[in-house]
Every structure is written in C-alpha cells, then in structure tokens.
C-alpha cells in the first residue's frame, strides 16, 4: 500500500512537471491564422498549390542557340527624279524654211514684226527730170480695168502697169514684180521715200506679189485686183501689213 501512494506521488509530481509544456504546445499560436468556417459550420477542404518538381538533369549539355543576325534596314528607294518634257524637234521644220530661202533668195524677219525679203540693188537709172511727166502718165490710166498678165491700156496687172509707163518715157524695166524689186537702190524706211520710187508688196512674207509707183504725200497708184488702175495710201491697214520695202529708181 505504501508503494502505490509513492508511485501516485511521483507521476503527480510529473505531471506538474509536464503540464506547463503539453498546455503551452497546445495553445494556439497569436501568428496562426484561424481557419475559415463557411456558413454551412463545415470546414472545407483547403487547395495547395502542387510544388513544381525539381528539373532532372540529364547529364546532356543544353544546346547552344544563337541570336538571329540583325537584318541590316530596308533601302530606302532613291526619289525619282523629275523629267523635263522632251520638245518637238524642229530641225526639220527649220531645215524646210532654210532651202526656201535658198530657193528663192527671200527671208523673213516675224519676231520684229518686220518683213525682210531680199533682194539685188543697182544703181538709180530714170531721170529725175522726168518723174512728174511719168507720174502724169500713170495718173492717165486711172481706172481702167484689172486683167493678170495684162500689159497694155486693155487691162493691166501690177507689174505688167509698171512696165508700160516706165516705157511710155524710154525706160525698159523686168516685166515680173519680184524681179522689179531687184532694181534701183533699197530704200529702208518709208520716211525717206521719194515721188517716182517702187513700193513693193507680200501676201506671204517671203515673195513679191505687189507693186506700185509712189506719188509722194503716202500715197502710191498702182493695178488693184479688185478695182484696176487707183490711187491708195501706205497707212492703209491692208497695205501696211503687205508692205515690204521699196527702191528709189530715180538719179
């Protein structure tokens, strides 16, 4: 009996010994979280996250992968350079206008507005005493009637007029008017005129196609086409367009 009261005293006295710890392992830590109760009063089941499993080395070096090579920038197309607009050639249009000119030995000057058709010179040869008889004498046939190739009092055209009044006074000039206009001496400008000189005509401004006898006071007689023997004026706008020079034929 003595035995089993000091066998009940020792484990008292162990469990005095022990009980601080077993309460102090069984009281809840202040850091530890309480476990969500949901509102059903049953605790759910808490997910974990699976850890990833560590990499196997396989013993097998990792293969080496080079960076792809930078790819040099695109060229940039070089800007299209603006092309001037191709002309016309006009050699061949010049080269028409130079055997023309050859051809009949005429020129025309349009960029002035001036008209040059070329031409001989000689030296004046009708008697400047004998300018008013010839003047009265072209005066004479005033009105008689236009006819080309006419030469006489029938009919006259311009340069076939000329020829026969010049005659009528012992002087014989070319018959066509173009070659008329190769005679005397050029007068250049039209102030300088004299009565007795040839005025001189272009329809084209490249050939002679009209001619006249100047009376002085800018007026000259001449063949109209339209109304045969008749006296007109220089400053006529018709005319002042189709003059083309003139030749002093008196000395």
């Known amino acids: 009996m003595k035995n089993v009261k000091k066998i009940f005293a020792a484990l008292m006295a162990v469990s005095f010994l022990l009980l601080p710890g077993l309460a102090s392992a069984a009281a809840p830590s202040p850091m530890d979280k309480p476990a969500k109760i949901p509102a059903d009063g049953k605790p759910s089941a808490v997910k974990t996250a699976p850890k990833p499993e560590p990499a196997v080395n396989s013993g097998q070096p990792k293969p080496i992968t080079k960076p792809a090579p930078a790819q040099p920038p695109a060229a940039k197309p070089a800007a299209a350079k603006p092309t001037k607009p191709k002309k016309a050639p006009k050699k061949a249009k010049k080269d028409k206008k130079e055997k023309q000119e050859k ?12 008209m040059k058709i070329a031409c001989k010179e000689t030296a004046p ?8 008889a010839l003047i009265k004498t072209a005066k004479s046939y005033t009105g008689v009637k236009y006819m080309y190739g006419g030469a006489d009092p029938k009919g006259f055209d311009c340069s076939g007029y000329i020829m026969y009044i010049f005659k ?16 005397g001496r050029l007068v250049a400008d039209t102030k300088k005129l004299v009565k007795g000189d040839l005025v001189f005509f272009s329809e084209n401004r490249r050939e002679i196609s009209h001619v ?6 800018g007026n000259f007689i001449h063949a109209s086409s339209s109304k045969g023997i008749r006296i007109d004026s220089l400053s006529n706008e018709y005319w002042k367009l189709r003059y083309a020079g003139a030749k002093h034929v008196t000395k």
């Open 103 to 114: 051809k009949t030995g005429k020129t025309d000057d349009k960029k002035t507005g001036s």
């Open 125 to 132: 040869f009708f008697p400047g005493k004998k300018v008013d």
């Open 168 to 183: 009528k006074h012992g002087t014989s000039v070319p018959r066509a008017a173009d070659d008329q206009y190769d005679i």
């Open 212 to 217: 006249g006898l100047y009376l002085g006071g």
